[in-house]
């Protein structure tokens, strides 16, 4: 794998972040091989070159534990936005592993979102973090199996992702869905939104956190629309007829969706409300 060279790796936000109350957020990895074909990161305005091949911040473990150890406030760690921190490489290099264990030895909290089961080969270090920081572990699930590997090609089987989120929740971590994006005209079913949720509850999910659409833009737009060429003949043609070239894109069926999905996650007690999911992660840990 190469690497790349960088400054810092934590970046701090002024304020708690409106998303998931995130203290600090940092990237150990840049692109992703995972081939999601609706992913934002690949977008030019990131200006991440050849997305698809990983690379890895150069003394990015050493570099993170100089700047734990020198941060004065502590709090959760943001990682997954940009690049999945379970790529394939960490299998073997283990820098997602390691640097959980310099947050847990400086006492941070955790926020991670991934697409892969192998986050569940980590559910001792969330526990331990958990002992003495908020952790909130998510599994981004947006269609069944079949229809995953389609969309998703690279990542781990819907299924399995659900078994990772079991063993999560089975080691008392704080740990839920995110059912995003929600494909226009291919994953917004009632069918699959209400088995998202129910397999998400009898997983031991805690929340579920959902976006009724799909972003859109530039180079990433093209990205998405060749895939649907291959996969979904006739598809691209209905997207540029309802969308044009607008940025958000979402379910023409956002109501009957939403309602059909609030209704299913109280049913089974799942919180979906941002400010409900931070405050229940992050600080009414006491009480679950
Ligand atoms: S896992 Fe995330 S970062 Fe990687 S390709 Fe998929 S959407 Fe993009």
Redesign the pocket.
């Known amino acids: 794998m190469q690497t790349i060279a960088a400054k810092t790796i934590l970046t701090k936000f002024s304020k708690p972040s409106d998303w998931f109350g995130l203290d600090y957020n940092m990237n150990l990895y840049r692109g992703?091989?995972?081939?999601?074909i609706?992913?934002?990161?690949?977008s030019d305005c990131y200006g991440i070159e050849n997305?698809?091949t990983i690379r890895v911040k150069e003394d990015c473990i050493a570099m993170l534990a100089r700047e734990l150890k020198s941060k004065r406030q502590k709090g959760v760690v943001g990682i997954?936005a940009?690049?999945?921190p379970y790529?394939p490489f960490e299998l073997e290099h283990e820098y997602t592993r390691k640097a959980l264990g310099w947050i847990d030895h400086f006492r941070f909290g955790i926020s991670i979102?991934?697409?892969?089961a192998m986050i569940a080969r980590d559910a001792e270090l969330f526990a331990a973090i958990n002992q003495h920081s908020p952790v909130i572990t998510k599994l981004?699930i947006t269609a069944e199996d079949e229809l995953s590997k389609l969309i998703?090609p690279?990542?781990s089987p819907s299924s399995a992702r659900f078994e990772a989120l079991a063993t999560l929740a089975k080691a008392g971590i704080f740990t839920g869905v995110m059912l995003m994006p929600m494909l226009p005209f291919i994953t917004d079913t009632y069918e699959n939104i209400e088995q998202i949720v129910t397999r998400a509850a009898e997983s031991g999910a805690r929340f579920i956190y959902p976006s009724y659409g799909v972003t859109l833009r530039g180079n990433q737009r093209q990205h998405f629309y060749k895939e649907l060429d291959a996969h979904f003949p006739r598809l691209k043609a209905q997207y540029i007829q309802r969308y044009g070239e607008a940025y958000a894109c979402g379910t023409p069926i956002y109501k009957e969706l939403r309602r059909l999905f609030e209704a299913k996650c109280r049913e089974h007690g799942l919180l979906y409300d941002m400010e409900k999911i931070i405050a229940a992660y992050k600080y009414e840990r006491e009480l679950w």
């Open positions: 992703c091989c995972h081939g999601c609706y992913c934002d990161s690949r997305f698809d997954g940009m690049s999945d790529n979102v991934t697409k892969s981004t998703e690279n990542v």
